[in-house]
């Protein structure tokens, strides 16, 4: 039995996965088990921030986990600490709940909005407005606060009280806010969505219409934090913060960690008791995300990441192929013009790039410190593959 038969055998069939067997990596590279090399423009969906195995996280890593692998949230921890006061100072933000995943960042956002709410005005003013298109997570409450109907479906009765909003219509906004709203949730640019941007009007709507009714703001930033928009966070190209701020995917640089951040608003929301993780803010994970945040906190990392997504787009707009690309940064979507996106990623693998795609179009989430000549390199990968 080879190991992909092995796999099948006693893994769920829930992915639709490629043929590929990875065994290990260095930089921006990955290797199968037949030694195979591939450039990876997807980094791992966005988690391996840094790139495959990168020294100084490596060492960080293992320093840790030959230390103290993990102990109970009864007890502190001096690297969590570390990592809170290091991503604290990043975002600005006040106070951190640490889980493992994004849609657990997600399940403490949704019930800091709601507890807010609970303590100030009573039962409910629970609904929370989210987008079409969005995505929040796996969970039930989180596939309820994502706005798409095809996630609605044979795990009835799902979590109520979500309310969706066209992305980037105001109009529509402003019809669905009433009494009975405490939060508003968005990703900056919506990434499984199909690397869709939002408007600075709609984003000021939000803010305007949010802070007029107490309503609390919410940014889904899992997949656009941690540097990923060339800005430590996406909302600081808006020149935003929202009340609370949920992290994850490259945040550790790989390791499963999920952080929700609020503002001082928010701080008190969440009381002993009310909240809590087994795993959450384990020590080897926040070992691996100081390492993150010791490049992707810095700006001339992130002036770096910037002018590497402005190369990108530059390279991309001599493909005669390519129709427009999308998103901010290092996240980037690609509207072709006839060839199928998916098939595109299966040639895009078979010549030695891992490529990622979101609705119709490519998505390109290279690890931030992707260099260029290996951007070079993908690239021609890809403009032959698009000719
Ligand atoms: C990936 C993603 C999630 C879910 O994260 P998991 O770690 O898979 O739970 C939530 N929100 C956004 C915007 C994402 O991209």
């Not at 009765?157 to 402003?174: C, Q, R, S």
């Not at 408007?199 to 997949?223: C, G, H, M, P, R």
């Not at 009340?243 to 994850?248: C, E, F, N, S, V």
């Not at 299966?346 to 931030?368: I, Q, S, Y």
């Amino acid at each position: 039995m080879n190991t992909i038969e092995k796999f099948n055998e006693h893994v769920m069939a829930t992915y639709g996965r490629y043929p590929l067997v990875m065994e290990s990596g260095s930089d921006e590279c990955a290797v199968d088990e037949d030694g195979k090399k591939y450039i990876d423009f997807g980094s791992g969906i966005g988690t391996n921030s840094l790139g495959y195995c990168n020294d100084d996280w490596v060492n960080a890593v293992c320093d840790q986990v030959k230390t103290l692998q993990h102990t109970s949230n009864y007890y502190y921890t001096k690297v969590q600490a570390d990592f809170a006061s290091k991503l604290a100072e990043a975002t600005g933000m006040d106070k951190i709940f640490f889980g493992n995943s994004g849609a657990e960042a997600n399940e403490c956002a949704i019930k800091i909005a709601r507890k807010y709410s609970f303590d100030k005005y009573g039962k409910g003013r629970h609904n929370i407005i989210t987008l079409v298109n969005s995505f929040h997570g796996r969970t039930l409450t989180t596939l309820s606060a994502t706005g798409q109907d095809v996630f609605h479906n044979y795990f009835f009765p799902f979590t109520e009280g979500f309310i969706y909003v066209e992305a980037n219509n105001i109009e529509d906004l402003k019809s669905k806010i009433d009494n009975t709203v405490c939060a508003i949730m968005f990703e900056y640019v919506q990434g499984e969505g199909g690397v869709l941007t939002l408007d600075k009007e709609f984003v000021d709507a939000i803010y305007e219409i949010a802070e007029k009714n107490d309503i609390l703001t919410i940014s889904d930033e899992v997949q656009t934090g941690v540097g990923r928009t060339g800005k430590f966070l996406a909302g600081d190209n808006y020149g935003k913060k929202a009340d609370i701020i949920t992290l994850a995917k490259g945040i550790a640089g790989g390791l499963p960690m999920g952080a929700c951040l609020t503002g001082k608003k928010c701080s008190g929301v969440l009381t002993g008791g009310t909240h809590g993780s087994t795993f959450g803010g384990n020590p080897v994970c926040c070992a691996g995300g100081l390492a993150v945040l010791n490049k992707a906190a810095d700006s001339d990392f992130l002036d770096e990441v910037v002018k590497k997504g402005e190369y990108f787009r530059k390279k991309l707009s001599e493909i005669d192929e390519v129709v427009s690309t999308s998103g901010i940064g290092l996240m980037i979507g690609i509207t072709l013009k006839s060839k199928k996106a998916g098939d595109m990623a299966k040639a895009a693998l078979e010549k030695g790039l891992l490529v990622l795609t979101a609705k119709d179009k490519l998505r390109l989430l290279p690890p931030l410190t992707v260099t260029y000549d290996e951007i070079d390199e993908g690239m021609k990968i890809l403009a032959e593959i698009l000719a």
